[in-house]
């Protein structure tokens, strides 16, 4: 009787001991999955935007990977259009002003949407990629 007392009771610390050791080893397996998560998305936004070299691109990039990260499908879906606005700007026209201005606009606390528009109506003429754009942001 004595022996199945302790037996229960080395089996119920070693199962907690189980469990506390698989919570902790899951706690960093999804800490690195969104490390390396973080690392794959601003390597695939430097292959296409280029390099980093002021501050301002830095925090639009930490930006933009938090929105990725933590946001639900439709917002995702709506920065992709606002970087796609930022890659023409920069490639496009290479209104390299325009770049600055809406990297500037899109790292505030504001609205995304109304800086794209605005910005979009400040521009004397839009490619047929940026009316594009300017329609499909107008409609989120």
């Known amino acids: 009787m004595l022996l199945d007392y302790i037996y229960i009771i080395s089996y119920n610390r070693f199962k907690k001991r189980l469990l506390i050791e698989f919570f902790f080893d899951y706690k960093i397996f999804i800490l690195y999955i969104i490390l390396v998560m973080k690392v794959k998305i601003k390597k695939i936004l430097r292959e296409h935007y280029g390099s980093y070299e ?9 930006k ?26 920069k490639f496009g026209t290479k209104n390299g002003t325009k770049v600055k201005e809406l990297l500037y606009r899109l790292t505030e606390d504001t609205n995304p949407s109304k800086e794209c528009i605005e910005l979009l109506k400040e521009c004397d003429e839009l490619s047929p990629e940026m009316r594009r754009l300017y329609n499909k942001i107008r409609n989120f």
């Open 54 to 62: 002021s501050v301002l691109e830095c925090q639009y990039v930490d």
């Open 64 to 89: 933009i990977t938090k929105i990725l990260m933590e946001s639900d499908d439709e917002i995702k879906g709506e920065w992709a259009t606002y970087n796609q606005l930022m890659l023409e700007f």
